[in-house]
C-alpha cells in the first residue's frame, strides 16, 4: 500500500485516532516561535487540517494547505470552507513564489524528498518568513508505548526518521538561516480500548512496514497487556529556520 493509499483508508477516522481536537502547547509553540498569530501560512502536508483549522480559530491565521491524498482533504475542506487547499506534493508546491509567511511541515518530513521540499517551501516564502518542522525525535522511539509489542517497531522507525543533525544540515543546504532545534515534549495518556483501536484501525504508516505477523502477534500482545490506562511522553524535535 502507498503512503497515499495508506491516508486515503483511514481519512474517516484519522483524527479520532489521532488529532487533538483542542489547542495544544505544541501549537502555542508554533504560532510563538514562528510569529504565525494573524499571518499567511501554508501547511504541507495538511492532512484533515485539524492543525491548520486550530491555528485558524484560535490565532487568527490565514491557512492554507497541500496534501497528497484527496480523501484527507476531503476532511479538511469540511472544517476549513473557503481555505485554499490543493491537491499535490510537498516536491511540488502549486503556488506561486513569496506567498506566504511561514510554512508548516507537521510529522510529514519522514514521507518527502527532503532536500526538495525544503527547497519548495523556501520558494514560496516572503523574505522574512520562517519555515516550522514537527517530527518525532529518533532517539525516543524505544521509549515509546508500541515499542515492546513489535520487535521490528525501532528499527523501522529509526530508519524513516530523520534526526537533528539531519535535518539541519539539509534546511541549510536549502538556503535557510539561522536554523534553530527545540526540544518538546508532549504529555500523552489515553485508554486502553482507545490504544487497541489506535491498533486494530492501523492507525500509523508504520505498520504497512511491518510483517503481517509481527502486526497480528502485537495486537494480540496488547489485547494481552496493556494496563487501563496507556502513559507516555511524546519527544518531538522542533526546527525553526527562516528564509
Excluded at 58 to 78: K, N, P, T, V, W
Excluded at 99 to 116: K, S, T
Aim: charged share 25%; with cysteine; glycine share 6%.
Amino acid at each position: 500500500m502507498s503512503q497515499t493509499e495508506h491516508f486515503d483508508a483511514i481519512a474517516g477516522v484519522y483524527d479520532r485516532l489521532r488529532v487533538p481536537q483542542t489547542v495544544t502547547s505544541t501549537h502555542e509553540l508554533l504560532v510563538r516561535e514562528g510569529d504565525l498569530a494573524g499571518k499567511r501560512v501554508v501547511d504541507i502536508g495538511c492532512g484533515t487540517g485539524a492543525h491548520a483549522s486550530i491555528l485558524a480559530r484560535h490565532f487568527g491565521c490565514e491557512m492554507s494547505g497541500i496534501d497528497a491524498s484527496e480523501e484527507m482533504l476531503a476532511q479538511a475542506r469540511a472544517k476549513l470552507p473557503g481555505a485554499d487547499l490543493r491537491q499535490g506534493v510537498a516536491e511540488r508546491l502549486p503556488f506561486a513564489d513569496g506567498m506566504f509567511d511561514g510554512a508548516l511541515m507537521l510529522l510529514v518530513v519522514q514521507h518527502l524528498d527532503r532536500p526538495q521540499a525544503f527547497a519548495e517551501a523556501r520558494r514560496v516564502l516572503v523574505p522574512t518568513g520562517r519555515i516550522l518542522i514537527t517530527t518525532t525525535n529518533p532517539e525516543a522511539f524505544p521509549r515509546f508505548w508500541m515499542a515492546p509489542l513489535f520487535p521490528s517497531y525501532v528499527d523501522v522507525e529509526r530508519g524513516r526518521f530523520p534526526s537533528a543533525v539531519v535535518l539541519e544540515r539539509e534546511l541549510a543546504a536549502a538556503g535557510f538561516d539561522s536554523v534553530r532545534r527545540i526540544d518538546h515534549v508532549v504529555p500523552r495518556a489515553f485508554s486502553r480500548e482507545e490504544a487497541l483501536a489506535k491498533l486494530r484501525e492501523r492507525y500509523a504508516s508504520t505498520f504497512d512496514l511491518l510483517d503481517v505477523r509481527e502486526y497480528e502477534a502485537g495486537v494480540a500482545q496488547a489485547e494481552r497487556e496493556l494496563p487501563e490506562t496507556v502513559e507516555y511522553a511524546l519527544e518531538l524535535l522542533v526546527l525553526v529556520a527562516s528564509r
